[in-house]
């Protein structure tokens, strides 16, 4: 595993707690961090999930309504009216 260095800052009474812990732990203050960091779970992305979730749903119920749409020429139209004709070329 590679590392980087980095400089943070923290508040001094953290700073001194984890100090003290790699002190009884006999570890480094970096291995400490480094464990903790580890130990903590990522945050859910619960807003991100319910707008998949939405965006699937509404996705399903539109798919019916547009089987007789072709909707790569409907792209090229609309990009051609954008940019003109010989805009891919």
Do not use: C, W
Not at 61 to 84: A, E, F, H, Q
């Amino acid at each position: 595993m590679n590392y980087v260095t980095t400089n943070i800052r923290i508040p001094e009474d953290d700073y001194l707690r984890l100090k003290q812990e790699a002190a009884v732990l006999r570890k480094s203050l970096s291995h400490v961090v480094r464990m903790r960091l580890k130990n903590t779970a990522p945050k859910k992305l619960d807003g991100a999930e319910k707008l998949l979730a939405e965006t699937d749903a509404f996705a399903k119920r539109v798919r019916k309504k547009l089987v007789t749409i072709d909707s790569v020429s409907t792209i090229r139209r609309l990009r051609d009216t954008r940019y003109g004709k010989n805009y891919h070329s």
